[in-house]
């Protein structure tokens, strides 16, 4: 087989310019390539930044170039001018209430349920001072927490040091429940469920937890504040080995003290054992 030999190709000029047609009379031949060494290379780039105008001592590349990165920045800030602008949360003081020293904003009923803060004692009073009763107004500061005071209630006017518990108790030392009102400034009174030798059970509202519990008030007598240390006792051990909540064991949520009365929290269920035998 007989190889193909390249074809010759002439150059003409038309003006200042080569073409390179071959003996066919095509021209889409390309020219041979010079072999590139770095002479050549050098020697382009030096031709290429003689060939650019001095302005003021800078050449013209340069001076295009700090403009478009100066036409870059601009542009990048107009971008984040156009952004919304970032707010940090404001800070929180010990006591819940909000570090900034505004006072938080109530739904009107003396509670923070749309906020989710307490109330400190002094805030309290200048919100609700003409709602409390005296003796409220010394007891207040002994909680460091706020989350209701029981504006609309009909309270008793407690005296200090006064008979039957300054007058919150009844004869048997039983607390005399009043709906609507506060028990330990955090949970509101709703109704009685229920009665007994120990004291009393009522349906009430945490306001700090937004959720009903059943609220049990011991009688304020010093054998049933034994029984009822001992009962705390073996409900926080019930408590801690039933940790899964997987027992069928009803669980004690808080325990306090509240006017001479020793007070528990529990879940609220639908009905007390007695009245389920009694079924």
Same mark, same amino acid.
């Given at each position: 087989?007989?190889?193909?030999?390249?074809?010759?190709?002439?150059?003409?000029?038309?003006?200042?310019?080569?073409?390179? =047609?071959?003996?066919?009379?095509?021209?889409?031949? #390309?020219?041979?390539?010079?072999?590139?060494?770095?002479?050549?290379?050098?020697?382009?780039?030096?031709?290429?930044?003689?060939? #650019?105008?001095?302005?003021?001592?800078? /050449?013209? +590349?340069?001076?295009?170039?700090?403009?478009?990165? /100066? +036409?870059?920045?601009?542009?990048?800030?107009?971008?984040?001018?156009?952004?919304?602008?970032?707010?940090?949360?404001?800070?929180?003081?010990?006591?819940?209430?909000?570090?900034?020293?505004?006072?938080?904003?109530?739904?009107?009923?003396?509670?923070?349920?749309?906020?989710?803060?307490?109330?400190?004692?002094?805030?309290?009073?200048? /919100?609700?001072?003409?709602?409390?009763?005296?003796?409220?107004?010394?007891?207040?500061?002994?909680?460091?927490?706020?989350?209701?005071?029981?504006?609309?209630?009909?309270?008793?006017?407690?005296?200090?040091?006064?008979?039957?518990?300054?007058?919150?108790?009844?004869?048997?030392?039983?607390?005399? +429940? =009043?709906?609507?009102?506060?028990?330990?400034?955090?949970?509101?009174?709703?109704?009685?469920?229920?009665?007994?030798?120990?004291?009393?059970? =009522?349906?009430?509202?945490?306001?700090?937890? +937004?959720?009903?519990?059943?609220?049990?008030? =011991? @009688?304020?007598?010093?054998?049933?504040? @034994? /029984?009822?240390?001992?009962?705390?006792?073996? #409900?926080?051990?019930?408590?801690?080995?039933?940790?899964?909540?997987?027992?069928?064991?009803?669980?004690?949520?808080?325990?306090?003290?509240?006017?001479?009365?020793?007070?528990?929290?529990?879940?609220?269920?639908?009905?007390?054992?007695?009245? #389920?035998?009694?079924?």
């Amino acid at each position: 087989t007989s190889q193909r030999k390249p074809m010759p190709v002439s150059k003409r000029s038309t003006g200042g310019d080569a073409i390179y =047609v071959d003996r066919n009379g095509n021209t889409d031949a #390309l020219p041979p390539l010079k072999p590139s060494t770095k002479g050549n290379v050098k020697a382009h780039d030096s031709t290429v930044s003689s060939a #650019l105008p001095i302005v003021g001592g800078v /050449q013209v +590349q340069q001076l295009f170039e700090e403009e478009t990165n /100066q +036409q870059n920045k601009n542009k990048i800030a107009n971008e984040m001018h156009g952004l919304p602008a970032v707010h940090r949360p404001a800070s929180v003081s010990g006591n819940g209430s909000p570090a900034s020293g505004r006072r938080p904003s109530t739904n009107g009923s003396g509670s923070l349920k749309a906020r989710g803060l307490p109330m400190s004692p002094e805030t309290a009073m200048k /919100q609700f001072m003409h709602k409390l009763t005296s003796f409220e107004h010394h007891e207040i500061f002994n909680y460091p927490e706020i989350w209701f005071v029981g504006p609309n209630a009909k309270k008793r006017q407690g005296v200090v040091g006064g008979a039957n518990n300054g007058g919150y108790d009844d004869d048997q030392g039983s607390y005399i +429940q =009043v709906p609507h009102d506060h028990i330990a400034y955090r949970y509101e009174v709703v109704k009685i469920i229920g009665k007994g030798s120990f004291g009393q059970v =009522v349906k009430a509202y945490d306001h700090k937890t +937004q959720t009903n519990v059943a609220l049990k008030m =011991v @009688r304020n007598e010093k054998r049933f504040h @034994r /029984q009822a240390q001992e009962e705390i006792r073996i #409900l926080e051990h019930l408590r801690k080995q039933d940790k899964e909540n997987v027992h069928n064991i009803i669980h004690m949520l808080e325990h306090f003290t509240f006017r001479g009365h020793v007070c528990m929290t529990f879940e609220l269920l639908s009905m007390n054992l007695y009245e #389920l035998i009694k079924k």
